[in-house]
């Protein structure tokens, strides 16, 4: 549905000041939530690694040059979230043939996995047992990801782009409150493996330097002989081993379960094509990651049925009504539909479906709230109002992933979504390669959400988990407005559609969008809130109207870019969430 009054309610937009100021960190390199300039932008959680992307936009590099380096040096500097032990999904504008494409880097199981892997003594394994494991190890995507989108779009190789991380992880860097922050939470369980507790224990002080020389020399591997290294050399025969015989501390009480990868495995890993989810909403084009990933189908549907009210109308109460009711019809077509394209009949283009966004919109009520779990909608056959089947709650997810925005001087746009899933991942270090492995799979269900409906999320050999990653880019007549992503787990989906209305519906400036209060309702009884969001008056509203909240510290970490009508890039990053993040420009103003 077009509405010209929103596209140049948006282009006005564009020109509105930032909110917050920078916040000072002392002896870490300066974090600042924004940026605005000319000749590329890039945003991140950390402002090293935003530096180096900005160095290589500087030297020539275009947007997915600096994207790759960019998540090389995250992986030195946000190793908890983010490295070559894990997967993520890599969405490219191209400004030359104004398309956008995505790279589907996810983790997948090992050939030897069934849908049992989960499953001991007829009871699905506790959640927290089966993270830190081998068995929750899928073969990584992300070299191979960095390789292919080099390939594809890049001028750098391999080796160049790697370069600025592997002088990072030589050289070190500060060690800032959220790196030991995260080191302090997973501290039991990195003690339980030698090569974890070598690299990170004791834990690392605020302003310390760290290093990691290990990590630099498998960086120097990787440039010299390729991701082959990995998918078919010695560093690959490491990861077997530390999957297959976890490097566990002698003498510790957990029961640490191998994983069962092959070199086999290794070898017939390849990224994935895919087309992107594309969503029409007030005029604009929404681009986002395709199954595996729920990211673009439950934004997509969340839109269209947020499309059925002008939502720069709406008081802020019944705004933030309608976007958690979105939320929750959406979420409970996501747990119902959506697992890997390759296993699972999954109606992508039904789910995105207007009509079938239609069909959900009219279960909303301004004066009353759904009650969740809410049944599916079939989007084989929508009709009003109606529901299919049982529905299915929303399974748990780790909230720990990282998220870069890159965006270079002839318009080319990245939005890259990368992670080990929990924060620390597996918890095993590759002995004497200073990397953390995923613990992706454990994004499957261990057992069907509800028994007796079909779940196409259960664990199967060579499949990929559902994933929430929402790596999004948003075009207008082909042209990129907004790119945008977030950590977060589930919640990243309700993380980016809320950043999104409030930019795009609600008129707020990019930087107050992201640093806006967020609450995330995922299908489910109480909808989960940041303390700062139930502090204010619509919180009360929306508890008289029927809502329940779980509070929470945080939701998300988003970065994103945004052009300017004059050609300009904004850089944009969370003013606090995370210790804040790192928005950099190559010539500011
Ligand atoms: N594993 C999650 C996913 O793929 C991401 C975890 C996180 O954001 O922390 O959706």
Redesign the pocket.
């Known amino acids: 549905m077009l509405r010209s009054t929103v596209v140049s309610a948006l282009a006005s937009l564009l020109l509105v000041a930032p909110l917050a100021p920078a916040r000072a960190e002392p002896a870490a390199p300066p974090r600042e939530p924004e940026a605005v300039g000319w000749g590329g932008a890039v945003a991140s959680i950390d402002p090293d690694a935003s530096r180096i992307g900005v160095d290589v936009l500087r030297r020539g590099g275009n947007a997915v040059d600096a994207a790759v380096a960019v998540a090389a040096a995250l992986g030195v500097t946000d190793p908890f979230?983010a490295g070559i032990g894990g997967g993520g999904f890599f969405v490219h504008y191209d400004a030359r043939t104004r398309r956008v494409s995505t790279l589907d880097g996810r983790e997948t199981a090992p050939a030897a996995v069934g849908p049992d892997l989960f499953v001991e003594d007829g009871r699905a394994l506790p959640f927290a047992e089966a993270v830190t494991s081998g068995l929750s190890v899928g073969v990584p995507g992300t070299p191979r990801t960095w390789q292919r989108a080099l390939q594809r779009w890049g001028t750098l190789s391999l080796d160049r782009a790697l370069a600025p991380a592997e002088e990072l992880a030589r050289r070190g860097f500060t060690v800032d409150a959220t790196f030991h922050r995260q080191v302090s939470e997973n501290a039991d369980r990195f003690a339980d493996f030698t090569s974890t507790k070598a690299l990170y224990l004791p834990v690392p002080a605020v302003g310390s330097r760290f290093r990691n020389p290990d990590l630099a020399d498998t960086y120097r591997e990787l440039r010299r002989e390729g991701v082959s290294a990995l998918y078919r050399g010695r560093l690959g025969r490491d990861v077997v081993a530390a999957v297959t015989e976890p490097p566990v501390t002698p003498g510790t009480t957990r029961v640490v379960r191998p994983g069962a990868m092959t070199a086999a495995d290794l070898a017939g890993y390849e990224v994935a094509r895919r087309e992107p989810t594309r969503t029409r909403y007030r005029g604009l084009d929404v681009f986002g990651m395709a199954p595996p990933?729920s990211g673009g189908t439950t934004v997509g549907e969340a839109l269209n049925i947020l499309e059925h009210t002008d939502l720069g109308d709406e008081t802020p109460v019944q705004y933030l009504h309608r976007f958690l009711e979105a939320s929750r019809l959406s979420y409970a077509d996501r747990n119902r539909w959506v697992g890997d394209p390759a296993f699972a009949d999954v109606p992508t283009e039904r789910l995105l479906a207007q009509r079938f966004a239609d069909s959900r919109a009219c279960l909303i009520s301004p004066t009353a709230v759904l009650t969740s779990p809410v049944a599916p909608g079939d989007p084989h056959d929508p009709r009003p109002c109606a529901t299919a089947g049982a529905p299915a709650a929303t399974p748990y997810?780790?909230?720990?992933?990282t998220h870069l925005t890159v965006a270079d001087r002839w318009g080319n746009v990245v939005a890259y979504t990368l992670?080990l899933?929990?924060?620390g991942g597996s918890g095993i270090v590759v002995p004497g390669r200073g990397f953390l492995l995923n613990n992706?799979l454990t994004?499957f269900s261990f057992t069907p959400v509800t028994p007796g409906v079909p779940d196409p999320n259960l664990p199967g050999p060579g499949k990929r988990?559902r994933?929430?990653?929402s790596p999004t880019i948003v075009l207008h007549h082909g042209q990129p407005v907004l790119a945008l992503g977030s950590?977060?787990?589930?919640s990243?989906i309700t993380t980016v559609l809320q950043v999104l209305t409030q930019r795009l519906d609600r008129g707020l400036p990019l930087v107050a969008a992201i640093a806006a209060p967020r609450a995330s309702q995922r299908n489910a009884a109480t909808t989960q809130a940041e303390k700062a969001f139930l502090a204010t008056g619509e919180a009360d509203a929306l508890h008289a109207l029927g809502h329940r909240f779980t509070p929470t510290d945080e939701i998300g970490a988003v970065t994103a870019v945004e052009r300017l009508p004059d050609g300009r890039w904004r850089a944009a990053a969370e003013t606090t969430r995370r210790g804040g993040g790192a928005a950099r420009v190559v010539s500011p103003r």
């Open positions: 979230s990933s997810e780790g909230t720990d992933t992670t899933e929990q924060e992706e994004d988990p994933s929430s990653m950590p977060g787990g589930a990243i």
